[in-house]
């Protein structure tokens, strides 16, 4: 999420036509009061210049706007002022950054090219009347949103996020304040400079700082061809001591292994082969009684293939009907660790989540190998995707809107138990259609906890493996592994959406790539005023739709699956709160506008920018694709 780039200091088309300082009517110098020696030494990617020398060349334009960003929050932060006191001193400013621009063998007339020197200047006419920092307390007083979301380290990526809509919230009072839309750019790039210069507390020159509100795109630092030959040597002297000694700890760790792997196998093959185990939750079975209520996993049984395994249908010997997948890949290492998360899965005991009946470890021949099999109850009318997207042969009617609400309702209820009411909490990383099975009375069970992940009490979780279904995960976790509550809530607001719009999260049928997420498509249309238009047409048709199916019920559940599935984390609500929109106890807030979901340079390339802070749309360059 770049917190400025076009917004910052308004880029135009005007701006990169100006004429350059020396053209300027007013050619008096005056010493400038900003020092723009970081220039040097943040680790901006130079090449974002170095590779497009063109005049209109915008990007290169926006990260030098970004850049002279910092040093306007250095000044904000050492003098009071906003913007620079007068022309000259401004033409003085840019003459200055244009030599630690050409420093680094950038061209010499960037600054020329880019800049108009009257843009920099303090006018009581851009954004409430406010030209220092005590005009911006008079105005808004001593604590603002950004106060507080924008003080930690930004290099987080929820931080970050945070910081970000705290900007859009003041930029929104500020608005208000003034009474003049057109602007919004000015009090946009108020709001950036004081969360730079004035509230983050690791100041502007900081990564966090210029990678998240200054949106600059950030390179590894490179040493100096002297330090990486010191390295070189001291790294091979060293590499030859380390060498030694990992080979002595490594026949020591195979020999130590062998042996606990030995014991605990013994342990499992025991575990494996009873029959049940009573004292536990869960029940153990035997392989052969598997084996025997499948018809030996009998192709004719087979009823799809789940996350992380096959999924077969089973009768035990009582009668009973069970679902049984048998576990291809997992996360999960060792039989031990395996055990113990069944047992963590089987406690979990709630009316809208898939009981766990019980799991199987089997040997299968190969030396300290095992094969493992959970077993759950049967659902009867299987999954959501069976029901929203029948193939013709099914025999599926389209669900009623009552069915619809009532599964979307069980879906929120389950994940919320999951996330508040265990400890640690639960994160299921695959919330999709085929993962909420209906029982014989339709109601929803939240299935596939093979993907499960507790979480670490009160922190996100960084994965290096993601896992999920792709038009269903959150854009924070399909690109960086950072798993939160949040994650969830993305996914679900993509359910809701299907449910609700009666098309799939990813439509692969359409001939551009913007029309293959779902909620790209649902949210222009809402902005557009065309909310109607989202419905599934079966919905607006069924019977008398103004008493069987409220209108005004089924926007609703529309707007919140909107909302739970936009791209930046600190604008989902929990799924408590989700839960409490559905259930109307609190109101739906206005849908934010979209800007780039997360504040990493990775995704200069995927997004176009708007000027106007609105309507700021995925390139083809989808960014969970």
Request: hydrophobic share 40%; aromatic share 8%.
């Amino acid at each position: 999420m770049k917190l400025i780039l076009t917004l910052f200091l308004s880029l135009s088309v005007s701006a990169l036509s100006a004429p350059s300082p020396s053209e300027n009517p007013t050619n008096a110098t005056s010493k400038c009061p900003m020092n723009f020696d970081y220039v040097r030494t943040v680790p901006w990617d130079v090449s974002e210049c170095k590779d497009h020398l063109s005049p209109n060349s915008t990007r290169c334009c926006q990260a030098l706007l970004s850049l002279i960003g910092v040093a306007f929050a250095e000044n904000l932060k050492r003098t009071s002022f906003f913007r620079l006191p007068d022309l000259p001193t401004s033409i003085s400013c840019l003459q200055d950054f244009q030599t630690k621009l050409s420093s680094l063998s950038l061209p010499s007339n960037l600054t020329s090219v880019c800049f108009n020197p009257m843009q920099f200047i303090t006018t009581p006419n851009i954004c409430a009347s406010i030209q220092t920092t005590r005009d911006w307390v008079e105005k808004l007083g001593n604590s603002t949103d950004l106060d507080s979301a924008c003080k930690p380290d930004l290099a987080d990526l929820t931080a970050c996020d945070a910081c970000v809509a705290a900007g859009f919230k003041v930029q929104s009072s500020l608005i208000a304040i003034d009474g003049n839309n057109s602007h919004s750019t000015n009090c946009f790039y108020f709001a950036v400079l004081y969360a730079a210069g004035i509230v983050n507390q690791f100041g502007p020159e900081s990564i966090g700082a210029v990678s998240c509100i200054f949106g600059l795109s950030i390179v590894s630092n490179k040493s100096s061809s002297s330090k990486r030959h010191s390295g070189l040597i001291y790294g091979v002297a060293g590499a030859g001591v380390a060498l030694v000694l990992v080979c002595g700890l490594l026949g020591l760790y195979i020999w130590w292994g062998r042996k606990f792997r030995e014991r605990s196998d013994e342990g499992e093959e025991e575990l494996g082969s009873r029959a049940r185990r009573p004292t536990i939750v869960s029940i153990w079975f035997k392989i052969d009684e598997l084996e025997k209520a499948t018809d030996g996993f009998s192709p004719k049984n087979f009823l799809g293939r789940g996350g992380f395994g096959m999924v077969y249908r089973g009768t035990l010997s009582d009668g009973t009907v069970v679902a049984v997948k048998k576990i291809i890949e997992s996360d999960i290492e060792g039989n031990s660790e395996f055990c113990n998360e069944v047992e963590i899965i089987s406690n979990l005991k709630h009316r809208n989540l898939l009981p766990l009946r019980g799991c199987c470890v089997a040997d299968n021949g190969a030396p300290h190998e095992s094969e493992r099999y959970l077993v759950y109850d049967y659902m009867p009318n299987g999954n959501l995707d069976d029901h929203l997207f029948p193939v013709s042969t099914s025999g599926h009617s389209p669900l009623s809107w009552p069915l619809r609400k009532s599964i979307i309702m069980d879906v929120a209820k389950g994940l919320a138990y999951l996330h508040y009411g265990v400890k640690p909490a639960i994160y299921h990383r695959d919330i999709k259609g085929t993962n909420i099975l209906l029982d014989s009375e339709m109601r929803a069970r939240v299935a596939d906890f093979g993907l499960a992940k507790q979480s670490r009490e009160g922190q996100s979780h960084l994965t290096t493996r993601v896992a999920g279904t792709h038009g269903y995960l959150a854009p924070e976790y399909a690109l960086y592994g950072q798993l939160t509550e949040k994650s969830d809530v993305y996914s679900f607001g993509v359910v809701v959406l299907e449910i609700m719009c009666g098309r799939k999260a990813l439509d692969l049928s359409g001939g551009s790539p913007r029309a293959f997420l779902i909620t790209d498509w649902a949210w222009e249309l809402v902005k557009g005023g065309k909310l109607e238009k989202v419905l599934d047409p079966f919905l607006v048709n069924d019977g008398d739709s103004q008493t069987a199916n409220p209108r005004g019920v089924m926007e609703r559940f529309v707007l919140v699956g909107i909302l739970c599935a936009h791209v930046m984390v600190a604008l989902r609500p929990t799924i408590a709160e989700a839960l409490k929109m559905l259930e109307g106890d609190i109101e739906v807030p206005i849908i934010p506008d979209r800007p780039m979901p997360l504040g990493h340079p990775s995704f200069q390339r995927n997004f176009s920018i708007s000027p106007a802070l609105s309507a700021l749309q995925l390139n083809s360059g989808d960014m969970l694709r």
